[in-house]
Nanobody
Framework: QVQLVESGGGLVQAGGSLRLSCAAS????????MGWFRQTPGKEREFVAA????????YYADPVKGRFTVSRDNFKNTVYLQMNSLKPEDTAVYYC???????WGTGTTTNEYDYWGQGTQVTVSS
């Protein structure tokens, strides 16, 4: 079992920055990969970024490449999503997720992840 709790969301103006955190507990954090997804009302949950168990490899969705950075601290059992140059279209509920089956993976689909956080709202005003 893995428990995930996101924090750091909020309201920010376009062009601003936010850093999301996802604190994990339960199974050894360094044994699984992590991902970030986002969702807006009426739409499917979409992939944002992923990171392997040791942070050695990351992968990003095209809309966020060059603006978002995913990282992890295995001593603090936390994964981060640094979001810069935010745009109104980045407005969404952001979720972190744990992939226990593929520690070296950077999965981009929701069915590759086993546990999910409750989400944190990010709102970017124009």
């Amino acid at each position: 079992q893995v428990q995930l709790v996101e924090s750091g969301g909020g309201l920010v103006q376009a062009g601003g920055s936010l850093r999301l955190s996802c604190a994990a507990s339960g199974r050894t954090f360094s044994s699984y990969a992590m991902g970030w997804f986002r969702q807006t009302p009426g739409k499917e949950r979409e992939f944002v970024a992923a990171i392997t168990w040791n942070g050695g490899r990351t992968y990003y969705a095209d809309p966020v490449k060059g603006r978002f950075t995913v990282s992890r601290d295995n001593f603090k059992n936390t994964v981060y999503l640094q979001m810069n140059s935010l745009k109104p279209e980045d407005t969404a509920v952001y979720y972190c997720a744990a992939d226990l089956r593929r520690p070296w993976g950077t999965g981009t689909t929701t069915n590759e992840y086993d546990y999910w956080g409750q989400g944190t709202q990010v709102t970017v005003s124009s």
